[in-house]
């Protein structure tokens, strides 16, 4: 499938985290922010996992739910991005259904093009290394970042560059005050 646009309406998706919770998007409600993601035990990953972790209230204060969604099993996501204690929906996505819906599926035949001009960004992605780590999911994917109003629109949609390559937060959040939306 070709990438998603801004203004693209999103079909009801209805999610189910490895923990069993569920979610309903749109939900007519809250603004819903998606991240996606590699492969369970991806260090570059798991860093923005962390970022999101740390940075969790101020989407929870700006009525944005955040949902990871990862081409991995669910067992594996337990092991690895699962032990995070992220306090918002990890979606295993191992048939990669929410992903082809989103278009993302750019892959990269170079690994570390891009990133290797990151240095900082892939000095603190080794701190979330695991060790001996398997790759469960698709190793040159890239990241993929949308963010979606309560009735559905994409407002803000994001292909990665390299596989470090994530929308800042601050743009994230300064994206949802620019729009209104008719339920805010």
């Known amino acids: 499938m ?25 939900d007519g409600e809250k603004w819903v922010y998606l991240s996606f993601h590699r492969f369970s035990a991806c260090p570059l990953c798991n860093l923005r996992t962390h970022e999101l972790i740390k940075s969790y209230d101020e989407f929870k204060n700006n009525n944005i739910e955040i949902c990871s969604i990862w ?19 990890l ?11 989103f278009g993302v599926t750019r892959r990269s035949n170079i690994p570390m093009k891009g990133i290797s001009r990151e240095p900082k960004i892939w000095m603190q992605a080794l701190k979330h290394k695991y060790k001996n780590f398997k790759v ?8 993929a970042s949308f963010l979606i109003n309560p009735i559905g629109e994409i407002i803000m949609a994001y292909y990665g560059k390299h596989f470090g390559d994530h929308v ?6 300064d994206t949802k005050e620019k729009v209104s939306s008719p339920t805010d």
């Open 2 to 26: 070709n990438q998603v646009t801004i203004g693209t309406k999103v079909s009801t998706l209805s999610l189910t985290d490895i923990w069993g919770t569920v979610l309903k998007i749109p």
């Open 168 to 173: 800042p937060i601050a743009q994230i959040i």
């Open 136 to 143: 469960d999911g698709d190793s040159k994917l890239q990241p």
């Open 71 to 89: 081409p991995s099993g669910e067992e594996s996501m337990k092991e690895y991005v699962g032990k995070s204690n992220a306090p918002f929906p």
């Open 91 to 101: 979606i295993a996505d191992p048939g990669m259904s929410v992903f082809r819906i």
